[in-house]
């Protein structure tokens, strides 16, 4: 997962950014892993996973693992983490899913060298 932290811009000029490093490990991140992945339109999440914090309704000792999902970004809704790869398939597919309820096609812009 720390190998796609970066911005990626769609096609219809949103913007994924994955943020992730390494850290010690605490109760809040007990992989030893900080991550936001974000669906950006300009300034505004569209959604998103992060453990930068608890989420609502977390007892204490909980892992931060959270969403912000589409609709509903001020809510932080538990996460259930279980790998990275599950993670980053699960963003995909949130990102893709909020994409097909506004028409908006799933494309990346193509990369150029300049």
Known sequence: MIELAGTYRLTNGWTMAIRAEWCDP?????????YALNLMDGKDRVLGFDNSHGFDGAAEGDPFD???RDGRVEQRVRYAFTTAE???A????RV???CE?????FEF???TDE
């Open 26 to 34: 605490t109760p809040g991140r007990p992989r030893s892993l900080d």
């Open 66 to 68: 959270h969403e912000h």
């Open 86 to 88: 599950a993670l980053i």
């Open 90 to 93: 699960d963003f995909f597919a």
């Open 96 to 98: 893709e899913a909020a």
């Open 101 to 105: 309820r506004r028409g908006i096609p």
């Open 109 to 111: 812009e193509e990369e």
